[in-house]
C-alpha cells in the first residue's frame, strides 16, 4: 500500500472519493471529485456519484438492539461495504485506485450523545477504515466528528464547511437545508467566521419507521408521500411533538436516533395504531413545524434576506413534504439543491471528500459558530 501523496502542493488537483451512510440507513453514497486548493481557495468538481441501498434485513440489523459483539460485526461489515461502493465509484469512472489520493468515510452513525444528551459527550460511527484501505490499497481518513467533540464542539453539524466552500456567492447569503434522517441548516455569506449551521430537528427518521411499519416492511420510507397524503395530521398529538425538549435548545445543537429514533416511532404507533396514515401525516407536518420554527427562532431574525433555501436530502425528494415546507416558509424561496447544479444525493458523501481532502493539508474544517467547539481543527484519523 503506498503512503498518502505529498500534500506540499495545494494547488495540485487531489482525487478524493467520499463515502457516507446518513441517519436513514438507507444506502451508502459514494463519490469521486476532484479538489484543488484549500480554506478559502477550495474548489471543488464532482466527476461521479454511486449510490449502494442496503437490503431490508441489514437496514433492520444496523437499527435493532446491539451490544458490543453485533457492534463489533457491524464495524467490519459495513466497512466492507463502504469498500464496494468505493470502488464501484472509482471503476465508474474509467480510473484505477492508484489514481485517488485519499478516500473520506465518515461511516454509519450508531450514537451521537452531545451536551444535551450525555455526561460524557462521544459519537460512534461504524465502517471500518483499515477494512476499506485494505481492500482499494488507497488511505482513508475517517472518524471526522471526535476531534471538534474533544475540542468542546457537538461533532455536528460538519456540512457547514462544504456548503461555505463549495456554494457561497458574493452578496448573497444562502441557506442550505439538509432533510435527511436529521434535518439541519447551514445559513451561508461571504465569511467563513459568520457561518449559522444547526440541527433544526427531525428529518425523514419518523416518517421511515412509520412507513416500515405501516407497509410490514415493503416501503423503507414515504415514497413520493404517497402515505402520508392518505391521511390528515392528529392536531393534538402534533402539538404534543413540538414540545419535545430538543426544540428548546438553543443553537449550537445537534440531534440524532437518540430523540427522533425508534423510541419515538414506537410511541406513536402506540398511540393510534388503527390510523397509520394519520400518523404519517403528523410526522410530516411535524418535521415541516419544526424545521419551519427553527428559522423563525434563529435564521429570519439574523438574516433579514434570504436569496433562497436550497433543499437537499431524501426529503427533498418526497413532494407531499416539500409541498408543505414550501408554503409554511414563504415568502422566502424554497429551491432544490439541484438548480445550482449540484446532485442533491451526492452533496454529503461529497462533503467527506472535501474533509478528507483538507485532513492531507492539515486545514481545519470545522466550524466553531456551528459545532460549538473552543477552536477550529484539523478533523478525522488518516488509515495509511
Known sequence: MRPPRSPADPSRPRLCVGLISGTSVDA???VLCKI?????????KLLTHVSRPFPPEFIQRVLGPQDARSLCELNFELGERFAEAAQAVITRAGL???????????????????????TTPSTLQLGEASVIAE??????VSDFRTRDMAAGGQGAPLVPYFDWAVFRQPGAVRAFQNIGGIANVSVVGERLDDVLAF?????NMVLDGLAR????GKLQCDLDGQLSRQGKPIPALLADLLTHPFFALPPPRSAGREGFGEALVSFLWEQSPDRPADLLATALAFTVEATARAYEAYVLPRFKSLEAVYVSGGGSRNPALMERFTARLGPVPVKPLDTLGFPEGAKEAACFALLAAEHLLGTPANVPSATGARRRVVLGKLTP
Open 135 to 140: 481492500r482499494l490499497g488507497i488511505p482513508v
Open 96 to 118: 484505477r485506485n492508484g489514481d485517488v489520493d485519499v478516500i473520506g468515510s465518515h461511516g454509519q452513525t450508531m450514537a451521537h450523545l452531545p451536551t444535551s444528551l450525555s
Open 199 to 203: 440541527d433544526t430537528g427531525p428529518g
Open 28 to 30: 451508502v453514497e459514494a
Open 213 to 216: 411499519r405501516m407497509t410490514g
Open 36 to 44: 484543488e486548493g484549500t480554506g478559502p481557495s477550495v474548489t471543488l
